[in-house]
């Protein structure tokens, strides 16, 4: 699929009603594209996590503009499945990402010495 309307459209001969039903859904999916203009902006909401994530931001369920009610999840679960074939965890995306030496650095804290903290003593003390 290559725009959430025909998604949409999709989910039209699934479950009836008009596009307009479900494009709030399908766009928040591919909204991601705002980051990334390719397939890895798949990665911060295709996923099981992301289809109920949907669910907590659209309700859920969805109201037809013909009065059926269908689970949100639903809807979620057809946008992935239509993009990748299956529904992947946040953890199979993760697998996927080649860690950076950047990624794993930290910049040391300037803490106070214990002997303070332990007193109620800030860096100020």
């Known amino acids: 699929m290559a ?37 890895r902006h798949r990665a911060l909401r295709h996923h099981a996590e992301g289809i109920f994530m949907a669910e907590t931001i659209f ?11 269908i689970p949100t999840r639903w809807v979620g679960e057809q946008h992935v499945r239509e993009d990748l074939g299956f529904i992947p965890s946040f953890a199979d ?16 804290l300037e803490l106070p010495p214990l002997e303070l903290i332990a007193c109620g003593g800030g860096s100020d003390a």
């Open 93 to 108: 995306w993760v697998k996927a990402i080649r860690p950076q030496p950047w990624m794993g650095r930290a910049e040391k």
């Open 59 to 69: 309700g859920a369920t969805v109201t037809l503009s013909t009065g059926r009610i």
């Open 3 to 39: 725009h959430p309307y025909h998604h949409s459209l999709s989910s039209v001969k699934k479950w009836g009603g008009v596009a307009a039903d479900y494009q709030g859904i399908h766009d928040w999916f591919d909204e991601s594209k705002k980051i990334t203009a390719d397939f």
